[in-house]
């Protein structure tokens, strides 16, 4: 495959595009087409307006066969625009498609100089260059690698529910890993949803018990991924599944055994109301959780700590489910993509010390709203504060943690419209004054801007004004007793202090706080804020930089529900796509070891970031996968015995593309 | 070295500054000292306009011919009026500069009628009160319906006499040579002009403010 001899003579086309007057305003092409007519081996030389079009692929076809050329050279545009279009038209041709090179004369010479003169002659070196680099080219195969069809999805969000869904209504097996007792995230815990006004758990959980009985998901909550291997195509998945101390093939979800619990009352905060209530060592997180599996918390369970429990939850179960045992358990799997909807994380509100976040009863954060206006919240949906007061007046903060270089820079996108919602509901749920302060309102979004003009019509008072304090400080009687809001009214253009008796910490979106370990562990990357990043902001939003690996929903950036979703339906069909392509192909820079030539020191297989590199302990040799392999050359430049190369970066290929360029440039001595 | 001129200048300038430093004005306002009702009241008076419905974008205050003569901008008004800065707001020029012109009316893009709000709280600074004792606009106004409401019709001589003693006396004196010219060609009449049924302009009037004293 790798043919080191040369045999037949080199004969080599070249082309210069005048790419409209993109090109040919700076460079003089004719001169450069000229000149290259002049260098050894080159049997043709023209220029043409413009290459890419059809009669220019043509025209390099046409010449292959009458002058019998081997090597190809265009002088355009950047390779990453036309590359693949000029390798299909050599392919056409009868050539293989890696004796073409290419040479960028417009981003690297046109559109960076004013001075002709100088970038004429610096595409003449560029040209030369490549002239020389394409007598050591070789004909390479492209690789192809099967993709296994099933899926597994890590996150069981409204993004993760909606991407296995549709794949899974397409045919495809998929596998849903959630880390908590439920499938649901954020949006089984919020009342009701912006615009619409859509109650969140009637819109969700029709989708949560479709993933539960749909055939083609298997659905594994209270797990995790603990491992990852192999690469696009044939990933191999390990999974923990934490013990629920329940058989999870015999419980019913019954809750007899919560109700006989020792535990008369809960002591325990409960999760899934952030804090608000108590439950029990044996709980269900929700009523419409999913699956409908009760677990026990060993933290909280009187067996685990002492061992002395009545067990009177074992009693009530009459199907014997209980299994105070349960060990944790690995499952491996075999999945060809993977969708990775890991959701987000709301702000720590005691992180801004100023608004009084655990200080004062009386400050909530918005989730803690949510679920106080719930009809299966803590209190029943009646809004009832901590101190047993119902609120008269009620500030709500905006951009608790966002829009703030102490904290968050990013705006979190979905807090001005919940906050609106949160505006909303309180005045209906309360008829208290309601009072927002903001800095903007980012209503940007279909029928958002119309709820804002609702909002304001329902004589909700919007402050325009960063919130400084909040304090139970009074200077005046009528303060007394009351939370003291100051903020600037910016739009009035005075200082105000606002007594109120709630007050809500419009909280944003951070990363989970373990992004970076599941970035490592899927081998993906971040941005600097911690949110997962894409492999292009505006034409590939879903991918990764890690092939087969996709991501959706908040995990990607702070989004609402609607952009969740239609991120989630992206990232399903880029598996899709992947999936009914069946095979993939992988551009042949691969690097392989010589393997005469190594001595088996074990440097490249440390430093490979891809895992790609294995060492045969028989021969006491290193082996390259093919199929890992991305090319980024790492191990060919640490290798040091040089037994390493890289093709279409072959050392010769090198070095002659630096000789072709610097052949003419006057030596100086110093 | 000595920088006389500097120097100097501070010299001048500092009892200006002490000057200025005793009548430092506090800048905080607190819920208290707010008429939180009074937003609501302009509104019913402007015939239910919904001042909450503002977005403070300031179209008003840029179409305004007059703004640039006002010490609060039309948009601030508003934002005062329905938080409940009545001094403020009944204290301000602006309600009186307003000439009615209907600019910020015609393009307020939460269409909000704006004249008519400016009405409202020109009609609240009269009942309260609120306006300087001279202060021509709100006299006129008042010297208007009055000289309607007995008459049914306005004689401007006689309105602009009794505006005159109202406000400034000597200036009817400094104006009288005009008041000459515009008599001898007819502009101005001595005798009081009237409509036939003034029991029935009355009764509209009376029925129009609804038994409320302007």
Redesign the interface.
């Known amino acids: 495959m790798h043919n080191y001899e040369q045999k037949e003579a080199v004969r080599i086309g070249f082309y210069i595009c005048h790419c409209g007057h993109n090109i040919a305003s700076i460079v003089d092409v004719k001169a450069v087409a000229e000149y290259v007519k002049s260098l050894p081996g080159v049997v043709v030389s023209c220029e043409y307006k413009y290459m890419c079009s059809d009669p220019g692929q043509e025209l390099i076809q046409k010449d292959i066969h009458e002058h019998s050329l081997n090597r190809i050279i265009v002088a355009s545009c950047s390779p990453l625009l036309h590359e693949h279009t000029f390798r299909t038209a050599v392919e056409k041709g009868g050539l293989n498609p890696y004796y073409f090179q290419m040479v960028n004369i417009r981003e690297d010479v046109s559109w960076v100089h004013t001075d002709a003169k100088a970038a004429t002659e610096k595409s003449k070196d560029l040209a030369r260059a490549a002239v020389q680099r394409v007598f050591h080219h070789k004909a390479l195969e492209t690789k192809h690698v099967k993709i296994h069809p099933d899926v597994l999805i890590v996150g069981g969000g409204i993004a993760g529910i909606h991407a296995a869904l549709t794949l899974a209504n397409s045919g495809k097996k998929v596998f849903l890993v959630e880390r908590q007792p439920t499938i649901g995230g954020h949006m089984a815990m919020f009342d009701k949803t912006f615009p619409t006004l859509d109650c969140a758990a009637c819109i969700l959980t029709p989708k949560m018990s479709q993933v539960k009985n749909h055939p083609n998901i298997t659905l594994w909550t209270y797990s995790e991924v603990t491992k990852v291997d192999g690469y696009v195509g044939n990933y191999k998945i390990t999974i923990k599944r934490k013990p629920r101390y329940i058989n999870e093939e015999l419980c019913v979800g019954c809750m007899d055994c919560i109700e006989k619990c020792v535990y008369k009352e809960g002591k325990t905060p409960d999760e899934f109301n952030v804090g608000l209530s108590k439950r029990k060592p044996v709980y269900i997180p929700f009523p419409q959780a999913t699956p409908q599996i009760v677990l026990i918390d060993p933290e909280a369970c009187i067996e685990f700590k002492s061992g002395r429990c009545k067990k009177t939850c074992v009693e009530a179960c009459d199907r014997k489910a209980i299994d105070f045992n349960q060990k944790e358990e690995m499952k491996e799997i075999e999945v060809g993509t993977i969708i990775l909807a890991t959701g987000y994380h709301t702000f720590d509100a005691k992180r801004v010390p100023f608004y009084g976040y655990g200080k004062y009863p009386n400050v909530y954060t918005s989730l803690e709203v949510e679920r106080l206006v719930n009809a299966s919240g803590p209190t029943g949906g009646e809004l009832i504060l901590r101190d047993g007061r119902h609120p008269k007046t009620v500030g709500i903060i905006h951009c608790v943690g966002s829009r703030d270089k102490n904290t968050n820079r990013w705006c979190s996108r979905t807090c001005c419209m919940y906050s609106l919602k949160l505006a909303h509901l309180l005045k209906e749920h309360t008829e208290a004054e309601v009072y927002n302060f903001y800095i903007d309102i980012r209503a940007a979004g279909k029928s958002y801007e119309e709820f804002y ?1 609702k909002l ?2 329902e ?6 004004g960063r919130v400084a304090e909040v304090s139970d400080w009074a ?5 007394e007793g009351k939370l003291i809001i100051r903020a600037e ?1 910016t ?9 109120v008796d709630m007050v809500v910490l419009a909280v944003g979106m951070e990363p989970q706080s373990d992004s970076q370990d599941v970035r490592r562990l899927f081998n993906i990357s971040c941005s600097t804020e911690g949110f997962f990043l894409e492999r292009h902001p505006k034409l590939a939003p879903v991918d990764t930089f890690t092939d087969g690996i996709f991501i959706a929903g908040a995990c990607q950036g702070p989004k609402d529900i609607p952009d969740s979703v239609a991120q989630a339906g992206a990232a399903a069909a880029q598996a899709l796509t992947l999936i009914d392509t069946g095979e993939i192909e992988l551009e042949p820079n691969t690097a392989f070891v010589v393997q005469d030539d190594c001595s088996g020191c074990r440097t490249c297989l440390t430093i490979c970031p891809y895992n790609a590199i294995s060492r045969d302990e028989a021969k006491q040799k290193a082996f390259i996968n093919e199929a890992l392999c991305k090319g980024c050359g790492t191990c060919v430049a640490a290798c040091p015995s040089g037994a390493i190369k890289q093709n279409l970066f072959e050392d010769e290929m090198i070095f002659s593309e630096i000789n072709g360029l610097l052949e003419n440039t006057p030596v100086v001595c110093c | 070295m000595q920088l006389p001129t500097q120097k100097s200048v501070q010299q001048d300038e500092a009892p200006q500054k002490i000057e200025k430093m005793k009548h430092v004005v506090r800048r905080i306002k607190f819920e208290s000292e707010l008429d939180l009702d009074f937003g609501e009241r302009v509104a019913e008076k402007a015939y239910g306009q919904k001042l909450l419905s503002c977005i403070q974008c300031g179209t008003c205050s840029a179409t305004c011919p007059l703004a640039h003569y006002m010490d609060y901008t039309p948009r601030k008004i508003i934002a005062m009026t329905r938080e409940g800065f009545k001094e403020e707001v009944l204290n301000s020029l602006t309600i009186w500069l307003c000439a009615s012109c209907y600019s910020c009316y015609v393009q307020c893009p939460r269409q909000i009628h704006i004249t008519d709000v400016m009405y409202a709280l020109k009609r609240e600074a009269i009942q309260l009160g609120f306006h300087p004792k001279r202060l021509p606009i709100p006299i006129l106004a008042q010297e208007f319906y009055k000289r309607v409401l007995k008459d049914g019709r306005n004689t401007e001589s006689w309105l602009l006499i009794s505006l005159y003693l109202r406000t400034n006396p000597f200036k009817m004196l400094k104006e009288s040579i005009l008041g000459l010219k515009l008599f001898l060609r007819g502009r101005l009449t001595i005798g009081k002009e009237h409509v036939k049924r003034r029991d029935q302009i009355h009764a509209i009037l009376e029925h129009k403010k609804g038994g409320q004293p302007l």
């Open positions: 003009d304001l019509d004589n909700v008072h919007f402050i325009r200077v005046r009687s009528s303060e009214d739009m009035i253009g005075i200082v105000r202090r606002i007594p």
